[in-house]
């Protein structure tokens, strides 16, 4: 299947952002945890958060689901878990799975975590190493998924520095320390997103990012009702081609405004985009508000060091604006991107040189000089949400037509994308 997008006449209204897929993810494990109900709005139906639903379910956690996009999770307890009677399947979610398993290695029986062939081709000795040094009894397979893991008798506490800045990692530890005996420290030099260190209100030492949990430590879950903000993360496909197509407001409510996500709303303003931000004055553990932007000239940038975390998911689409914008645009020091649902820096550079972009790769990235016209052609997504949709806008600004082939990989975070994109061209 294929889908292609080309130069419109019209680019500007309102449209709704699919919720925030790494909060959904913490929500329900969370939750799942909890001695007691939570009630989650605005859950959303894209494949990554229905995995980790679907893993919870074998694991005997009760849950419920309406059409309106409400989740109720029946919480089981930090020990309430039981035996899968079959292998915890992740699809395509690599949260899913690294966070999961930081959640079983104190459980009292052995399971065994999968994924599809895209998460199975991911590193996981990130999180294995960590893991043993508690005492878990992990195996991975060559480096990889699947993911056995037998019963341990006790997992301990660990002081534990991240060896580069990962979320997924962090947060993995972090859980595991849940069960552990005493306290678990987990430190980081760069800041991640700290969704996991919001949502469990752990302590954190801002000063050298240390993050503690202890295994009695009392958790503000259940959460009774809570609502989902809109993904940043999709909405900056979005922001993107509206910066650079509009041809009036593009306006986006409820989108979440966590700091250590918005990293591409810095970038944005220092190409010179023309965003406007409105925070919801409501008090809530994630920020939110709504977004309006205009079309505006955009100009090169240069995205290294400690930038790099915060903005790590929106660097395709940051290569589509730095190959429209004029001037220089590098992106250094993000190999990260390399072990994600493809090689998103030599399929980026493959794809935008494709379509006449002036850019070289880089071990660690890529240098784009901006403003050689494009030219719509058949592209691929390499079965990647995230360069779908980044193609998708760089058709948008092509000459002709731009084909990207398995276009439906946006639909593991943004299952509107397509819909929203027409609806903003009509």
């Not at 534990?160 to 320390?177: D, E």
């Not at 940043?232 to 700091?259: D, E, M, Q, R, Y």
């Amino acid at each position: 299947m294929t889908r292609s997008t080309s130069k419109s006449g019209r680019f500007a209204g309102t449209v709704p952002v699919p919720a925030d897929k790494s909060i959904a993810h913490r929500a329900a494990l969370f939750a799942s945890l909890a001695d007691g109900i939570s009630t989650l709005h605005n859950f959303p139906s894209s494949a990554d958060p229905q995995s980790t639903l679907s893993c919870l379910r074998h694991l005997g956690v009760p849950i419920e689901t309406s059409s309106d996009q409400t989740v109720i999770i029946e919480g089981v307890g930090r020990s309430g878990y039981t035996k899968p009677k079959s292998p915890l399947d992740c699809g395509n979610s690599g949260t899913t799975m690294r966070l999961l398993s930081g959640m079983m290695i104190a459980q009292p029986f052995d399971c065994q975590l999968i994924g599809d062939a895209s998460l199975s081709a991911r590193p996981m000795g990130r999180i294995a190493e960590p893991l043993m040094n508690m005492g878990g009894n992990i195996s991975l397979t060559n480096g990889h998924a699947p993911i056995q893991i037998l019963r341990s008798d006790q997992i301990r506490s660990i002081d534990y520095t991240l060896p580069v800045a990962s979320a997924q990692v962090k947060s993995c530890v972090l859980l595991a320390g849940l069960c552990a005996q005493g306290r678990t420290v987990v430190r980081e030099s760069t800041p991640s997103r700290d969704h996991t260190e919001r949502m469990l209100a752990l302590p954190i030492s801002r000063h050298d990012r240390e993050i503690l949990i202890h295994s009695d430590a009392s958790l503000p879950i259940p959460y009774g009702a809570f609502t989902l903000p809109g993904d940043f993360s999709a909405a900056a496909f979005i922001l993107v081609a509206s910066s650079l197509v509009g041809t009036g407001p593009v306006n986006l409510h409820g989108v979440g405004l966590n700091p250590s996500r918005t990293g591409l709303l810095h970038v944005l303003n220092e190409m010179g985009a023309n965003i406007k931000i409105q925070e919801s004055p409501s008090p809530a553990t994630e920020p939110y508000g709504n977004l309006t932007v205009h079309r505006a000239p955009l100009k090169g940038v240069t995205i290294q060091g400690s930038h790099i975390p915060n903005v790590i998911d929106e660097i395709p689409i940051i290569a589509v604006a730095g190959a429209l914008a004029q001037g220089t645009t590098i992106v250094r020091d993000a190999k990260e991107l390399r072990y994600k649902e493809c090689d998103r820096i030599h399929v980026m550079v493959q794809n935008l040189r494709k379509l006449g972009a002036d850019i070289e790769e880089f071990d660690d990235g890529f240098v784009i000089r901006g403003g050689a016209p494009l030219k719509g052609c058949p592209v691929s997504s390499y079965d990647d949400h995230r360069i779908a949709m980044a193609m998708a806008v760089a058709g948008l600004a092509a000459d002709g037509t731009t084909t990207i082939q398995n276009p439906d990989a946006a639909s593991v975070s943004f299952p509107e994308f397509w819909d929203t994109l027409e609806a903003l061209q009509q």
